[in-house]
């Protein structure tokens, strides 16, 4: 399977700043692959360079098997990028910009059907100026699908969503990405990179500092996290002994770090539970998410 994007020792410097230091990952056909990262981490430099729009100054790229600085018309209609905010005519209709934009592709989709990947069949006739920031959010995916790419950059395309308008918004991607479409998503959001992407690398400092799966990160670097509460004191050296773990102990709340052996260690503290008839109140299991996993992965690069 030959990669739609191929990076290796990617670095971009400004100055004395290197913004991109010696990054290498690959994008596979069909596939969303999430960039994470705080404001500064690399990401916006990254993607500029995969569209074109920078040099680097080491490494090698190739996106749809090209340089993307020396590519060709032909290679730039393969390519759709849909930014932060883009600026519309308040008055034309939905139909109308999505008509006068696909003229610049030499074979674009058809309008009423991009219309409809991007759930605004209804709206085709709607003024540009009286649609929702959402319905506005469609219209930028909607040019950036409508020349047919191989390739969709999608930048924070839910910022400024709220969670029903952000899910909705989930589907069109996934419909995307179903049709054949590769993704580079770059995301604030760690639950919108675990549902969407089918992997992600995580950026700081112009590194990439994590890469796979969210499940395999999650497993990899996460940890789970056992809580309760006790009536007193009195018990928790006890419960040490009995679970084979270290607790802590701090107004009545006890918890504990857990590797793989979770299911042994409950049991154990249950058991124990019942025979002293001790009530532990609030049990619970904190499983790590993508969240920590970025905190974790990058607290040291910050």
Known sequence: MTAVVEVQNLTKRFGHLTAVDDVSFQVNPGEIFGLLGENGAGKTTTIEMLEGFQRPDHGTVRVL????????????????????????????????????????????????????????????????????GGQKRRIDVALGIVGRPRLLFLDEPTTGFDPVARREFWHVIEGLRDTGTSIILTTHYMEEAEQLCDRLAIMAKGQIVAEGTSSALISAFGVTTIRFELPDDTAVATICDVAGVSFAYRDNVVSAIVGDDLTEVLLRLLTWAHATDVLLRGLEVLRPTLNDVFLGATKDET
């Open 65 to 132: 098997g090209e340089s993307p600085q020396h590519a060709r018309r032909e290679w730039r209609d393969q390519i759709g990028v849909v930014l932060q905010e883009s600026d519309f005519d308040p008055l034309h209709s939905v139909k109308e910009t999505l008509s006068l934009f696909a003229r610049f592709f030499s074979h674009p989709r058809d309008v009423n059907e991009t219309l409809a990947l991007v759930g605004l069949t209804d709206k085709a006739n709607e003024r540009v100026g009286r649609l929702s």
